[in-house]
């Protein structure tokens, strides 16, 4: 059912991504006629004045293999599925505004920082997220209902495969002839958050948990959206998501079977007017193959970024990133606790650096 508030938090988002005037990071048509399509995402607060205003917006279809950890040095996003990138955007607005205190949306609490107490986060995406909750609807494009053939991979279910599974762990990128991510579905990385927050290792370590209050986005029915967030996922600390439904055609980039996927991202934090293109995970024209990117070529929302602006905030004993993150022993309880209501979360390769 569409819903008023999904309505207005769509249109926030498309307005803002409409007006963008990018120069590269928006799909275009290529030089053969064929048009591009990309998901967008975007992260929104609703203020207890009933304002809506857009935090952080980003495209992107893309992961990279489990094998770019091996020389990333954290400084190479892989994840890039809007909802992920808006998320992880996110994180790099926290981390600015903690910074930059006195701030009009976080404030000092205790020996923490928290995000404004008045305001509810909203998650739009203009497509249904990769997983387990989009997979009926996906069956349902199908000329076929037979399930796919292709059987789990070590234990794990990758991308489409098996699409009459309900309920399981996937894995990143939909295609079984792509080299294996580990990187878990959007769908299972925020029915997670539902527990953990959205918080990153290096926002947790100074902000009070923060959680996501809606999930704005179209072609999820409800039986299929209690299933993957709430009904495989019981715990009586989680943070539960609502679904919004929303009516607009102000969007003109979704998937199309006459469309390629863009092969960039875009990512744009509204208030600070800040925009950022990538490609391949780094910034646009900073890719070396099987290498990190070129000097200064790591994205804000690369995790060698994050750490580098924590560090600016507040003291970091840690020598290595492995080292911080498994220092945060109340967090990582808390993750494993989700995997486990989860099962079968297999960990991606660590992409460690000095700190």
């Known amino acids: 059912m569409v819903n008023e508030l999904g309505s207005d938090i769509a249109t926030a988002v498309i ?21 591009e399509w990309t998901v967008l995402a975007g992260v929104v607060a609703i203020t207890s004045d009933s304002k809506i205003t857009p ?25 890039m599925h809007a909802e992920i990138l808006a998320l992880r955007l996110f994180n790099y607005f926290l981390l600015e505004e903690a ?12 020996n923490q920082v928290r ?5 509810k986060l909203a998650l739009f995406v ?43 762990v996937r894995t990143k990128p939909g295609r079984t002839d792509s080299l294996i991510s580990y990187s878990k579905s959007c769908s299972d990385k925020l029915c997670l958050k539902q527990l953990t927050g959205i ?32 009904n495989r996922f019981q715990t009586e600390n989680g943070h539960y998501l609502k679904l919004l439904k929303y009516k607009t055609k102000a969007y003109e980039f979704h998937k199309s079977d006459e469309k390629e996927p863009s092969p960039l991202s875009l990512l744009y934090i509204v208030p600070h007017n800040l925009l950022q293109v990538l490609n391949n995970g780094v910034k646009n024209g900073a890719f070396i193959k099987n290498k990190a ?21 507040c003291k ?12 945060h022993n109340t967090r990582q309880a808390i993750k494993q606790e989700g995997r486990d209501l989860l099962q079968n979360w297999r960990p991606t390769s660590i992409d460690d650096f000095d700190l």
């Open 55 to 79: 935090i952080t917006l980003a495209t992107g279809v893309k992961v990279l293999p489990d094998k770019v950890r091996s020389y990333s040095n954290g400084k190479v996003v892989h994840d």
């Open 199 to 230: 918080c990153n290792a290096a926002t947790s370590h100074i902000f009070e948990p923060i959680y996501l209050e809606y999930l704005v986005v179209n072609n999820v029915d409800t039986a299929d959206f209690d299933r993957c967030f709430k």
């Open 293 to 313: 990117p070129k000097p200064g070529g790591e994205s804000i929302i690369s995790n060698k970024s994050f750490l580098q602006k924590l560090t600016r905030i």
């Open 99 to 110: 910074s930059n205190l006195p701030s009009a949306w976080v404030e000092r609490y205790h």
């Open 115 to 119: 995000f404004r107490k008045d305001a």
């Open 15 to 35: 307005t803002e991504f409409n007006k963008l005037n990018a120069k590269s990071g928006k799909p275009t048509t290529r030089s053969n006629g064929v048009k």
């Open 126 to 168: 203009s497509e249904p997220p990769c997983g387990d909750v989009s997979m009926n609807y996906l069956s349902s494009l199908l000329e076929s209902n037979d399930s796919w053939t292709s059987s789990s991979t070590e234990g794990f279910y990758r991308g489409r495969n098996h699409f009459d599974q309900l309920g399981v």
């Open 316 to 327: 970091v004993n840690e020598s290595r990133y492995s080292q911080f993150k498994a220092f």
